[in-house]
């Protein structure tokens, strides 16, 4: 675990790089697995979770709409009780998947152990099983990724669908248009000449 020392200039010292590192560079921490704690310099008192919501300001701040809105408001709706079983809740899927990874990592190196499997097919193995397992962590997928799926079953996505109502629009404007050019004596003359 990545200890992070926060000193009273707000300076954030990460003790196992030995460098000074920056809120972005603890998400990225956390991005790469790694678990973090932040302690207060002086006091010792734990800071981690103060950090984490900073993160998540300054993230909200450059990407604007990192978190909905209506998240926001229920998450300041809820207060510190209803916060904690929140933060269990969304923590305990990722539990649980770390669970299965270390319970396969057990298994494979017992049958390994055993003389059942050669340390080589153990590693194929484990690393097949793991990837489902990965697979299952990244779901919801990304808006991309989504697109990616939705592309390589041949549906549309919600960018072609815009670009074939545009074209609708505009193919309405233009039969609008051209019903405009014809006016009602034009249509009398013509009916005329067909009696």
Do not use: C, W
Not at 77 to 98: C, E, T
């Amino acid at each position: 675990m990545a200890v992070i020392k926060r000193y009273p200039n707000r300076k954030l010292y990460d003790t196992e790089a030995k460098k000074y590192i920056t809120l972005d560079g603890i998400a990225e921490l956390i991005r790469d697995g790694q678990e973090v704690q932040v302690l207060d310099h002086t006091t010792g008192e734990d800071l981690t979770t103060l950090t984490l919501t900073q993160i998540i300001f300054e993230q909200e701040k450059k990407s604007s709409g990192f978190l909905p809105q209506s998240v926001l408001t229920g998450l300041v709706k809820a207060g510190g009780d209803r916060l904690s079983s929140l933060r269990n809740a969304l923590a305990a899927p990722l539990d649980l998947i770390r669970q299965v990874d270390d319970e396969i990592e057990h298994r494979i190196q017992m049958l390994i152990k055993k003389g059942e499997l050669a340390e080589e097919e153990g590693r194929r193995l484990r690393d097949k099983l793991l990837a489902q397992t990965r697979r299952l962590a990244d779901f919801p997928p990304s808006e991309e990724r989504l697109e990616e799926m939705l592309r390589s079953r041949g549906l549309p996505t919600q960018a072609d669908i815009a670009y074939l109502a545009n074209q609708l629009d505009a193919l309405t404007s233009k039969l609008e248009h051209l019903n405009q050019l014809v006016t009602p004596d034009e249509n009398n003359e013509e009916m005329d000449q067909g009696l």
